[in-house]
């Protein structure tokens, strides 16, 4: 127990670090959790167990990817999405394993499997990433489905190929074509079927918690039967999570669907906090300092590899279908911001301890990792913005501005009221510079009148954003209220259900028009 809880304020104070140091999350929690290793700071904390990860943190994680994401996105760039996840992802290892087998002195079938475990994308990192970048929507969506995907069909690579290092009769390509062929559809199927069988509880539970549960039930079962059959879990768990999701937007209350939401939204969150901590804490210096040399040659492997099998799809999409190629300043995007993560480091370390060259290919998966996570982890938006994608709101930076000095003005107003009828300010003063902080509110909110009715979208997502906030004083006030006992259960229940409504209208509006632009906010007139 104390070591869970140094671990949760290790989690909290690195979190609080990255938010100063404007760093991303994962990248502070793995470089903290490296130094706390070093520091030995928190003693006896056992290694990163791959089963927790296969069994407990990939379903999910992949789960929830696939419960939050925006069906409309992944159909509307399905082919895209179809090509890197199968034909991408095994150029991805075939050139990865190839480069490996030459230049880290590897025979080919281990350097394979090291190219199949370093396939493998860090999901959170990219969907945390991408849902938050100013990019454009269809490159955002076409990365963001690929890496739901694209672990399905490493995996089951990484488990054929496994196959024939532990000394299974080596398959044909054809054959081993075939067979991720098989168990990427296979898994999908099961993920449907397990997936749709959840929504269908669901429908009839009407209770918050018991469908909390039956989600929670549903991304477990759907990773581990499609496992069992030698099927691939990880693409089970995200259509089983597409198919809720499906289910919840058009069968379920609104006070159900934000309790799932919320309950996922949390337990993504504690898995990744465990995840990228742990990462830094299982990574040892001493492991890491005899293979420098193939961990760097690795590192452009795996980039270039990365690099055939983006170019190569893409150029193959632009020839059959015209009307879908993606344009080439976006296909750098998929290189850069091909993170590797704590999947790759599971994977290596569950390697058979017979494998041929097990040391080597685990300290070089480490390796590759760590200089993934922090060093794409930190250079990704610096690229975005380099490429000209990082699309800046000028419209919403400029309302924010006014925004801050309205609120600015307002607060030193009011102190400056506070300090006169205390006579610590004498009249004079007092006059002169309650005139100033007049003139600065009075001009902030006729440039902020004046934004908005020039601007009517940005409008109305701020207006959206301060509905929202009263949504949540409202319901505050409920459950305030039901506890002290000021009003009984049945009328809280049937209250926050009709403001958990509201809010989904809200996102509703919000996302209007494809996702692009908001649709124009009830009650505001457009122009």
Avoid at 162 to 170: E, H, I, L, M
Avoid at 396 to 414: P, V
């Amino acid at each position: 127990m104390p070591l869970v809880i140094g671990l949760m304020v290790a989690a909290i104070v690195l979190a609080i670090a990255a938010k100063r140091a404007n760093m991303p999350y994962n990248v502070a929690l793995v470089v903290g959790g490296l130094l706390i290793s070093v520091g030995n700071l928190l003693p006896g904390v056992p290694p990163l167990n791959p089963e927790v990860v296969f069994l407990v943190c990939l379903p999910a994680l992949l789960f929830e990817g696939g419960i939050t994401a925006d069906l409309n996105g992944i159909r509307a760039n399905a082919l895209p999405i179809l090509i890197l996840s199968t034909v991408g992802m095994v150029l991805a290892i075939g050139a990865t394993g190839t480069a490996l087998h030459y230049l880290v002195d590897l025979a080919i079938w281990p350097a394979l499997l090291l190219g199949a475990l370093l396939a493998v994308t860090d999901t959170v990192s990219i969907l945390y990433a991408f849902r938050r970048a100013p990019v454009p929507p269809r490159l955002s969506g076409i990365i963001q489905g690929e890496s739901l995907f694209n672990d399905g069909t490493a995996l089951v690579a990484y488990a054929a190929i496994a196959s024939v290092v532990a000394g299974a009769a080596a398959p044909s390509l054809p054959m081993l074509a075939a067979r991720v062929l098989l168990a990427s559809a296979g898994g999908a199927v099961v993920g449907l079927a397990v997936g749709m069988l959840g929504a269908f509880v669901i429908r009839r539970t009407e209770d918050p918690l018991a469908e909390i549960m039956v989600t929670t039930a549903v991304a477990l079962a759907s990773f581990v039967v499609a496992e069992q059959i030698h099927l691939s879990g990880a693409i089970s768990a995200v259509v089983a999570g597409l198919a809720v999701g499906v289910g919840l937007r058009k069968d379920v209350s609104p006070q159900s669907r934000v309790a799932i939401h919320s309950f996922w939204e949390y337990a993504t969150f504690g898995v990744n906090t465990f995840l990228f901590l742990a990462v830094g804490l299982t990574t040892k210096p001493e492991t890491l300092s005899g293979y420098l040399p193939e961990t760097a040659i690795a590192v452009g492997c795996v980039l270039g590899g990365r690099a055939v099998a983006i170019y190569g799809p893409f150029l193959l999409l632009r020839l059959i279908r015209p009307a879908e190629a993606v344009p080439p300043r976006w296909q750098h995007v998929f290189i850069v911001g091909n993170i590797k993560g704590a999947l790759s480091i599971g994977l290596a370390l569950g390697l058979p301890e017979t494998t041929p060259g097990r040391e080597k290919l685990v300290a070089i998966a480490f390796g590759v990792t760590l200089v993934s996570l922090v060093g794409q982890g930190l250079v990704l938006t610096h690229a975005l913005k380099w490429l000209g994608l990082f699309q800046q709101d000028e419209v919403a930076l400029a309302m924010s501005e006014q925004r801050g000095k309205l609120i600015a003005s307002r607060a030193a107003h009011q102190e400056l009221a506070s300090l006169h009828e205390q006579g610590l300010v004498p009249r004079a003063a007092y006059d002169h510079l309650r005139s100033e902080y007049q003139v600065s509110i009075a001009r902030a909110e006729r440039e902020l009148r004046r934004l908005n009715d020039h601007h009517l979208a940005q409008g109305a997502r701020d207006l959206i954003a301060m509905r929202r906030r009263l949504i949540d004083a409202e319901r505050t006030a409920l459950q305030v209220a039901r506890r002290s006992g000021l009003i009984p259960e049945t009328t809280a229940e049937h209250m926050l259900a009709q403001l958990d409504e509201r809010t989904l209208n809200l996102e509703k509006v919000l996302h209007g028009a494809h996702g692009d632009e908001p649709a124009t906010e009830p009650g505001r007139k457009a122009s």
